[in-house]
């Protein structure tokens, strides 16, 4: 079990910014791929962005890409979702979710691809 837990999130004006963490009590996150995800109501989750294990490889959808940045801070095991130029499109409950060891251009989009998932985070933005 991976217990993770979002944080971060709020009510932001359109081209604002938020950081949202993911972060695992007691569990050290570093060997992980993690992966942000973000659903609306009525549609599929989207995978956003992940972040190899041990300072590897990351990969961000088209959607987002020169938005949003992810990142790790292996000394506060916390995984960052940095998210810059908001639109209102982007309101969402967002997660994280953990696999082991890599992330793969061909999977890291792909929800059941990963094994454990935080609770969601709302985020919303509006004027």
């Known amino acids: 079990q991976v217990p993770l837990v979002e944080s971060g999130g709020g009510s932001v004006q359109p081209g604002g910014s938020l950081i949202l963490a993911c972060t695992a009590s007691g569990v050290p996150l570093d060997g992980y791929a993690i992966g942000w995800f973000r659903q609306t109501p009525g549609k599929e989750r989207e995978g956003l962005s992940c972040i190899s294990g041990r300072g590897g490889n990351t990969y961000t959808a088209d959607s987002v890409k020169g938005r949003f940045t992810i990142s790790r801070d292996v000394a506060k095991n916390t995984i960052y979702l940095q998210m810059n130029s908001l639109k209102p499109e982007d309101t969402a409950v967002y997660y994280c979710?953990?696999?082991?060891?890599?992330?793969?251009?061909?999977?890291?989009?792909?929800?059941?691809?990963?094994?454990?998932w935080g609770p969601g985070i709302q985020v919303t933005v509006s004027a």
């Open positions: 979710a953990t696999t082991d060891g890599n992330c793969y251009l061909g999977s890291y989009w792909y929800a059941p691809s990963y094994d454990y």
